[in-house]
């Protein structure tokens, strides 16, 4: 197979991405977001979001939610979030390490917070022997690849904020979450009431950078916690040439569209499959499904995948902006193939 369901890190990058990192190359600019690409790209996030909102690039994800939470935390502060979210599991306690935050996780089947979730554990408010309540962080798309609605993010920040705390949206796939909603950005945003989101470029088509969009002023100053953490790109221009590229005419939605609808296809794909079974709802670019355990190592020598839950047998597929039908029509088949079906 030409592309495989690892991760929508695993692809490319868009033309038009690598057509505008081109452009970018050529002559000289200011260093350090002093030059005329970063003011570009902020104003075209300003378009989409509102043009009293700050903006911050840095290179990776991780990168970002630690600066998004490290502007509103002291280290004497909890972070309540999903026990699946990825600052709990995948970015190597970066955000205790740098915030000195501590994690109150919530277990979630769905990996979706409630608003009952943050009020169980918005606890010890004043009382100096424990941590206190700061930040709700949540993930959209979530971790399992639900999406939160408008409302529900809503609900979140109604209930963070009735309780004197702060949100934040770690938006790795932000772009599959809208497109599977139909909403303007806004409306999932700021006026959701979100603080600050961690805005995905990277798994949409891009070659590296992320965002940090402030909707509320925080109480510490970002440009300085970026540079502590070494997350200031000194050729800036060449993230916001990204930006650029991918949010104007709106490529990002659509890219996010496109994953999005390989996903459901994928997942029909596999459902039709006796043996295969599709484990979650698919709302954004990923399927999950468990699969006979002897199946697996197997398929993914062919086509490399994730075990989610090696106990349930669980594995995760995840759909790219440059997925095809080509491509999910060949891997139903050496499925088919593995668990020794004919067509």
Request: proline share 4%.
């Amino acid at each position: 197979m030409k592309g495989s369901f690892g991760s929508d890190n695993f692809s490319g990058a868009l033309p038009a991405v690598l057509k505008a990192l081109e452009e970018a190359s050529r002559g000289h600019r200011h260093s350090y977001g002093d030059d005329d690409l970063t003011a570009a790209a902020v104003s075209e996030f300003k378009r989409i979001f509102g043009a009293d909102i700050e903006v911050f690039f840095v290179y990776n994800g991780t990168g970002a939610n630690v600066l998004g939470i490290s502007a509103f935390a002291d280290s004497y502060h909890a972070i309540i979030c999903p026990e699946t979210a990825h600052v709990n599991t995948d970015e190597c306690g970066a955000v205790e390490k740098h915030t000195g935050c501590k994690l109150l996780t919530v277990p979630t089947p769905a990996g979706k917070l409630a608003p009952a979730d943050i009020r169980a554990r918005a606890l010890g408010f004043g009382n100096q022997h424990h941590v206190q309540p700061r930040i709700v962080s949540v993930s959209q798309c979530t971790e399992l690849g639900t999406a939160y609605s408008a409302d529900e993010l809503g609900a979140i920040c109604e209930t963070a904020h009735s309780l004197g705390m702060f949100v934040h949206v770690d938006g790795a796939r932000i772009a599959n979450a809208l497109a599977y909603a139909g909403v303007a950005p806004a409306a999932m945003t700021r006026e959701a009431g979100v603080d600050v989101l961690s805005f995905g470029g990277t798994k949409n088509g891009m070659l590296f950078g992320e965002a940090v969009i402030f909707f509320r002023r925080p109480p510490k100053e970002p440009r300085y916690i970026r540079k502590q953490m070494m997350q200031l790109h000194s050729k800036s221009r060449f993230i916001a040439a990204q930006f650029l590229a991918v949010l104007r005419d709106d490529l990002w939605l659509k890219s996010a569209g496109h994953a999005n609808s390989m996903a459901r296809r994928l997942a029909d794909a596999v459902a039709s499959i006796p043996g295969a079974r599709i484990t979650r709802q698919v709302q954004g670019n990923e399927v999950f499904a468990i699969l006979p355990a002897d199946v697996i190592a197997p398929l993914q020598e062919e086509c490399f995948f994730y075990v989610w839950d090696e106990t349930a047998s669980e594995v995760r597929w995840v759909c790219s902006f440059d997925t095809d039908e080509e491509d999910i029509e060949e891997f139903a088949g050496k499925l088919r193939e593995k668990l020794r079906i004919k067509n």
